[in-house]
């Protein structure tokens, strides 16, 4: 299995709150992507990085934030969290840079915001 | 427009019976790739079997097989011999622009539940 850990797994929260969702990967690729999941939407991409400081947005961006200060790790933050961003959010790794590479998920971070 | 398409919201298939699982994809990309991943009930994801657009050979990995259809811009999923933990969610992705600078994003379909009665 990939070594990619999501922190924390399950959280509740409220409307307002500042939320940080971590992928910590130890696989050293350079390529790491956040997802959400909704039931009727499948995956879709909400930022993704291709290097430290590399980032940029993916199709459902509006209301988050991501950071990368080191290979390893792919913060995801969503600065005043909202009852629409329920959802379960998903790390993803590539190592492209060897060519035509799947992706690689964690386990998920399922997030409640009420 | 839907870049990528399942049209089956659920699938049943009897133990031990072959299955395939459709998905149809949109781009104007001539490098691109497929991907089908699987969802347990667990939650992860994980990945089954990819297609690259200029590979001559259907895909295949174990009881796995990707049936693509390049003129028709279809990459279906076969699962043969199927088994009772093959009840899942299975999900259909691309990658476009797969030699360039799609820095390797993927966009997936909505999925098919598929349910193997014993």
């Known amino acids: 299995d990939a070594g990619i850990t999501q922190s924390p797994r399950h959280k509740v929260t409220e409307t307002g709150t500042p939320v940080t969702l971590r992928c910590h990967q130890t696989?050293?690729?350079?390529?790491m992507y956040w997802y959400r999941q909704d039931p009727g939407h499948g995956l879709r991409l909400i930022h993704y990085s291709y290097g430290v400081k590399d980032t940029d947005k993916g199709e459902v961006s509006d209301g988050y934030s991501v950071s990368r200060s080191k290979t390893e790790d792919f913060l995801l933050t969503l600065e005043s969290a909202t009852s629409s961003q329920t959802s379960v959010y998903f790390c993803?790794?590539?190592?492209?840079?060897?060519?035509?590479?799947?992706?690689?998920f964690g386990d998920g971070t399922r997030l409640s915001i009420l | 427009a839907q870049k990528i398409t399942q049209t089956q919201p659920g699938m049943f298939v009897q133990e031990k019976e072959a299955v395939t699982l459709d998905c149809t994809y949109d781009?104007?990309?001539?490098?691109?790739?497929l991907f089908w991943y699987k969802q347990p009930s667990s939650g992860e994801m994980i990945f089954l079997i990819y297609q690259g657009s200029y590979d001559e050979q259907n895909a295949t990995e174990g009881r796995y097989s990707l049936n693509f259809q390049k003129a028709r811009k279809s990459a279906n999923l076969v699962i043969s011999a199927s088994q009772l933990g093959d009840s899942a969610m299975y999900f259909c992705a691309m990658r476009e622009n797969a030699g360039g600078t799609s820095y390797g994003k993927l966009t997936f379909g909505q999925g098919t539940i598929l349910t193997v009665h014993p």
């Open positions: 993803a790794i590539s190592d492209l840079d060897r060519g035509n590479q799947p992706q690689h």
């Open positions: 696989e050293n690729h350079r390529y």
């Open positions: 781009t104007s990309d001539q490098s691109y790739g």
